[in-house]
Each structure stands twice: as structure tokens, then as C-alpha cells.
């Protein structure tokens, strides 16, 4: 006996429905031997998630998704931010280390729509308590970031803006606190680490081959990345520069104009109480006996 497979008799299996606009047959159906069957599923309209279950993108979004930048554009943005201090001030050389040719305000604005996106992240995983969840990420651009590594890093990062503008003061500026001892194979002072602060601010955190090569920074090709076992190694550098600049502001004494201000005004007083103990000449009697003197050959 032939089964029908119109709808409705018995011999036809029921079909049930998923979201991915396919048509699943229950097993056991005998629908599936007939090939006139597989001509009509081939003919039959695909199902579309109902719309309840359909994203919206909001105005905000819109710009990472824009194709402003591609996933390979963005994660060299975001490896070279995390290089470079302070990363808001240094977005022309964040650009030119991740190879990029957009100008400065696009690299602006993508840098504040990570912001944004950290910011509206930690908001999210806040406890009750204040504390935040660990493992918050973000998605820019179809790219996943976790939000601690961003800013984390640009939070130490920004403890550069310490060091003078120009090259000329960055290379003879110094730590004049004491910091901990390196324990490495080779001599190491207060010098080297300033040295190598300035290194990091010229050409990034992590960029030791252009440190290296830089000739104004001598203590840096002499000592770093000692032959065999002897330290420092590359991770050796790295963990001694991330300590520094976390505690950078506690190795760094006040700027020296308000320390030379305050010299100023000291100096000032000094010279005020000095000039008050000398005795004082009355100008007014050498006044009066110069206009007698004066008056007498009229007489």
C-alpha cells in the first residue's frame, strides 16, 4: 500500500521548526524515502527567527561596526595603546607603531569608544558591594578585550606625563628616591632605571629592540639582555619597568620650580629681617640742612 503524503494522513511525520530557517523531520517518518517529498521541502518558504529575538543596534554601536577599521587594525591599535604614556597624549605615535594610516581624530574617537565600552563593562559586573567581577571583556569590532588589560595598563601608563616635554630635559632627568634592588648579574643604579623610564616613554613599553638601538640610552645596549644564563633577560626588563612605573610618582621628589619657589621666598625674607636690623639714617634732618645751606647766600 502506497502512504499518502499529503498533510493531514496518517503515514506523514510531523515536522518540528528551529530558529536557523531550516525544517527538521522527527526520526522515524517514512517522508524522508519519498523523493517527492524532498522536491517539495527544496520548494518550501526557509522559517526566520521571530522578531522578539532579534538584536537591535543601538546609536552607539554603530560606529565600531562601521567598517572604519578592521579587526586587524584594531588589535594593533589596542597593542600599541598599551605601550605608550600617556596613551591619550601619544596617539600619533600609537599610529605610527601599529602601522596605521588614520589621522589623529579617528584614532581619538575609537580610543574613546573603548572607553566608553570599559566604562559601561565595569558598570555592568559592579557588585553590591562595590567591587567589580574579575574576567569583564568588551567586543570592538567583532575583537574581544579584556577591560582590565586596557585599563590597568593606560592607568600605569599615565604616570609618564612626569617626565619633561623636550628630549634634551627627558635624557638628563633622574629617580631621586631610592627604588629596590634589581639582583641582577650586572651593576644596576638609580641611573639605569631613569635611563630606562625614558626609553620606555621614547619608543614604548616592550619595544627593546629600538630601546636597544638607541645610542643616547648607552647603559641600556650595555646591560640588558645579558649572554647565557646571566640576567637580565627579556621578562627580567619587563617586570623591572612595569614596577617603576606603577610607583613612579612615589620615586619622584616635587617638581623643583615650586621647590626653588619656595628657596625664593625664603631667601626674600632673609634679606627683609637683614635690611630692618641696620640703622637707619633720618633723611628728613639731611633734607632741612641742605635747604639752609642753601638759603644762606640769600641772605
Known amino acids: ?91 600619533k605615535d600609537i599610529g605610527k607603531d601599529a602601522q596605521l594610516s588614520a589621522g589623529v581624530p579617528e584614532l581619538e574617537a575609537l580610543a574613546e569608544c573603548i572607553h566608553r565600552k570599559c566604562k559601561e563593562a565595569e558598570e555592568y559586573a559592579m557588585n553590591i558591594d562595590g567591587t567589580t567581577k574579575k574576567g ?30 623636550s628630549s634634551r630635559e627627558r635624557l638628563s632627568w633622574r629617580i631621586d628616591k631610592k627604588t629596590k634592588p634589581a639582583g641582577w648579574d650586572v651593576e644596576w643604579t638609580g641611573d639605569d632605571d631613569s635611563l630606562l623610564i625614558v626609553g620606555v616613554y621614547e619608543h614604548g613599553l616592550g619595544n627593546w629592540d629600538k630601546i636597544m638601538a638607541n645610542t643616547k640610552l648607552q647603559s641600556m645596549t650595555e646591560k ?7 640576567k637580565p ?19 619622584v621628589s616635587k617638581s623643583p620650580t615650586k621647590s626653588s ?7 626674600d625674607i632673609k634679606s627683609y629681617f637683614e635690611k630692618s636690623d641696620e640703622p637707619q639714617v633720618d633723611t628728613k634732618k639731611e633734607k632741612s640742612t641742605d635747604c639752609d645751606s642753601a638759603l644762606i647766600p640769600l641772605l
Open 1 to 91: 500500500a502506497v502512504v499518502s503524503t499529503q498533510s493531514g494522513h496518517y503515514g506523514r511525520g510531523k515536522k518540528k521548526v528551529n530558529y536557523t530557517g531550516t525544517l527538521n523531520p522527527r526520526k522515524g517518518g517514512d517522508s524522508d524515502s519519498d523523493p517527492d517529498t524532498k522536491e517539495k521541502k527544496s520548494k518550501r518558504r526557509k522559517l526566520s527567527p521571530p522578531s522578539h529575538s532579534r538584536k537591535k543596534r543601538s546609536a552607539n554601536d554603530s560606529y565600531d561596526e562601521a567598517g572604519i577599521f578592521t579587526k586587524t587594525e584594531i588589535r594593533n591599535f589596542v597593542k600599541s595603546f598599551r605601550k605608550f604614556g600617556p596613551p591619550m597624549k601619544r596617539l
Open 224 to 230: 640588558i639582555f645579558r649572554e647565557g644564563d646571566q
Open 261 to 267: 619657589r619656595k628657596k625664593q621666598k625664603k631667601s
Open 233 to 251: 633577560k627579556v621578562e627580567h626588563v619587563q617586570t623591572r619597568a612595569e614596577y617603576l612605573l606603577k610607583n613612579l610618582p612615589k620615586l
Open 136 to 165: 569583564t571583556t568588551i567586543l570592538v569590532g567583532g575583537c574581544s578585550f579584556s577591560t582590565s588589560h586596557i585599563t590597568g595598563r593606560e592607568e600605569m601608563l599615565n604616570n609618564l606625563d612626569i617626565l619633561p616635554g
